[in-house]
């Protein structure tokens, strides 16, 4: 709870990701990587309860030996490779009512803390906001990018703040990492997106918020898990 108010989390794993098949049961470091998100849930100080939200068996057994509450199985029309990823959240606070946050945790980011999840919470509880997101520093400024026409030619997508000489003056921009969204319930049916013009954004380490899309992102965080175990030695 916060601030006595009930907290549920949710973690969505359907059976048919693409990019990397099976992905939300793969191996990390010895685990599957859906147990990375399960934990940082165990160790948050607010969340009352942990569920999943899968339509696939395998997935839901690997849950269920993690740790993880399964409550029900997600119909197959809201595990298709078009659906919203708002639909299994609103699902979920549909079969689980009485609830007044609602905390959504894609398995995808498995370095992401519960100390992450927790400052998302608070954010909310503190400042009276509706819905808080995790956001990071990007590596590279929407100041720096350009679109190509035809023939080649360069369009910046934003104009050069004025007065702007060195990278240094660049204004300060943030992008959704992905890694925790917070909202609450009763707000959140009423808008079906985490993201309108009231949602507050919660600065997250660049190291908490790699997400997981290729296999080549896998294999990178089984390296960066290897390097922290190597220098621990």
Same mark, same amino acid.
């Given at each position: 709870?916060?601030?006595?108010?009930?907290?549920?989390?949710?973690?969505?794993?359907?059976?048919g990701?693409?990019?990397?098949?099976? %992905?939300?049961?793969?191996?990390?470091?010895? %685990?599957?990587?859906?147990?990375?998100? @399960?934990?940082?849930?165990?160790?948050?100080?607010?969340i009352?309860?942990?569920?999943?939200?899968?339509?696939?068996?395998?997935?839901?057994?690997?849950?269920?030996?993690?740790?993880?509450?399964?409550?029900?199985?997600?119909?197959?029309?809201?595990?298709?490779?078009?659906?919203?990823? @708002?639909?299994?959240?609103?699902?979920?606070?549909?079969?689980?009512?009485?609830?007044?946050?609602?905390?959504l945790?894609?398995? &995808?980011?498995?370095?992401?803390?519960?100390?992450? @999840?927790?400052?998302?919470?608070? &954010?909310?509880?503190? %400042?009276?906001?509706?819905?808080?997101?995790?956001?990071?520093?990007?590596?590279?400024?929407?100041?720096?990018?350009?679109?190509?026409?035809?023939? &080649?030619?360069?369009?910046? @997508?934003?104009?050069?703040?004025?007065?702007?000489?060195?990278?240094?003056?660049?204004?300060?921009?943030y992008?959704?990492?992905?890694?925790?969204?917070?909202?609450?319930?009763?707000?959140?049916?009423?808008?079906? &997106?985490?993201?309108?013009?009231?949602?507050?954004?919660?600065?997250?380490?660049?190291e908490?918020?790699?997400?997981?899309?290729?296999e080549?992102?896998?294999?990178?965080?089984?390296?960066?898990?290897?390097?922290?175990?190597?220098?621990?030695?």
């Amino acid at each position: 709870m916060v601030n006595d108010r009930k907290v549920l989390a949710v973690i969505p794993a359907r059976g048919g990701s693409k990019g990397v098949p099976r %992905k939300n049961i793969r191996p990390l470091a010895g %685990k599957p990587l859906l147990a990375w998100s @399960i934990e940082a849930a165990g160790g948050s100080r607010y969340i009352d309860r942990l569920v999943l939200s899968s339509d696939d068996a395998e997935i839901i057994r690997v849950a269920r030996e993690a740790g993880c509450e399964v409550p029900f199985v997600r119909p197959a029309e809201l595990a298709r490779d078009d659906t919203p990823g @708002i639909e299994p959240v609103l699902h979920t606070l549909e079969m689980l009512p009485g609830y007044d946050y609602v905390v959504l945790l894609q398995p &995808t980011s498995p370095f992401r803390t519960a100390a992450d @999840i927790d400052r998302c919470i608070e &954010t909310c509880a503190a %400042k009276g906001a509706p819905a808080c997101v995790s956001v990071t520093h990007p590596d590279k400024s929407p100041f720096w990018m350009y679109t190509l026409d035809g023939e &080649t030619r360069m369009t910046p @997508i934003l104009p050069p703040p004025e007065g702007f000489f060195r990278r240094q003056d660049l204004p300060q921009v943030y992008a959704l990492n992905g890694a925790v969204y917070v909202a609450e319930t009763e707000w959140l049916l009423k808008n079906r &997106t985490f993201i309108t013009a009231e949602t507050r954004g919660c600065v997250m380490a660049g190291e908490h918020a790699v997400d997981i899309d290729t296999e080549q992102d896998l294999a990178f965080c089984e390296f960066l898990l290897g390097s922290r175990a190597q220098s621990y030695q």
